[in-house]
């Protein structure tokens, strides 16, 4: 079975600039979830879905970023404008079982800001 | 919430010897455990996991075990090999009623041939 799916593997931009990052999840998952994954650090949750809805975006920075899964597949998590502090590894993990199953982990993308 | 504390940082150990890694958990209503193991620049992968109503699994040369009372758990590794290098991660659930996980800060494993 397919993995996870991420792009861009790799970003950089310059601050203030606006990022987007796609993920395709493991056929079948309904629930999808976006980490942050800071260095030398473990993945912090930032935002979790239930096929298209968002029930858990507790830790997700409003002010500047937003996410959207329409249509309860492909996910895009996006920044605007980049801050300095938002370098980091984005990871989207895919679990079955309405959230409750094992998470499957993307490749992530690296997210250099300038 | 959950608060995961995660031992040693750092980790080298001989070819052939055993590993341990050791999490602490804050939340007694915690139910879910997995470990991740994550090679530079690559995904998380799940290595192996186990929920409250067990207290120890095994798959080939890993392992966990569970204390609930003490809310802590281990990885084990057995006859360690160069190709088991990496960071590795513990995670424990909130008790949201779905695996919000919260992970530790990793360990960083090194074995030497």
């Known amino acids: 079975e397919a993995g996870v799916v991420q792009s861009p593997r790799y970003k950089i931009i310059e601050k203030k600039q606006p990022v987007a990052f796609w993920c395709n999840p493991i056929s079948g998952h309904n629930t999808l979830y976006w980490y942050r994954q800071n260095l030398g650090q473990g993945p912090e949750l930032l935002i979790r879905?239930?096929?298209?809805?968002?029930?858990?975006d507790s830790q997700l920075p409003k002010d500047r970023f937003s996410a959207e899964r329409l249509k309860g597949v492909d996910s895009t998590l996006k920044i605007q404008p980049a801050e300095l502090g938002d370098s980091a590894v984005y990871l989207c993990?895919?679990?079955?079982?309405?959230?409750?199953?094992?998470?499957?982990f993307g490749p992530g993308t690296r997210l250099t800001v300038l | 919430g959950e608060n995961v504390e995660q031992h040693p940082s750092t980790l080298s150990v001989q070819e052939g010897d055993s590993a341990v890694i050791k999490c602490t958990y804050s939340?007694?209503?915690?139910?879910?455990f997995p470990w991740y193991k994550q090679e530079l620049g690559k995904r998380p992968q799940l290595i192996i996991d186990i929920r409250s109503n067990v207290g120890e699994k095994k798959d080939q040369r890993i392992a966990v075990t569970l204390n609930k009372t003490a809310k802590h758990f281990s990885l084990h590794i057995t006859e360690t090999q160069p190709e088991d290098s990496a960071v590795y991660f513990c995670a424990a659930s909130e008790n949201t009623g779905f695996q919000k996980l919260v992970f530790g800060t990793g360990t960083r494993l090194l074995v030497s041939p």
């Open positions: 939340d007694s209503a915690s139910n879910y």
């Open positions: 879905y239930e096929n298209e809805e968002a029930v858990d």
């Open positions: 993990a895919s679990s079955p079982d309405r959230g409750r199953g094992r998470q499957f």
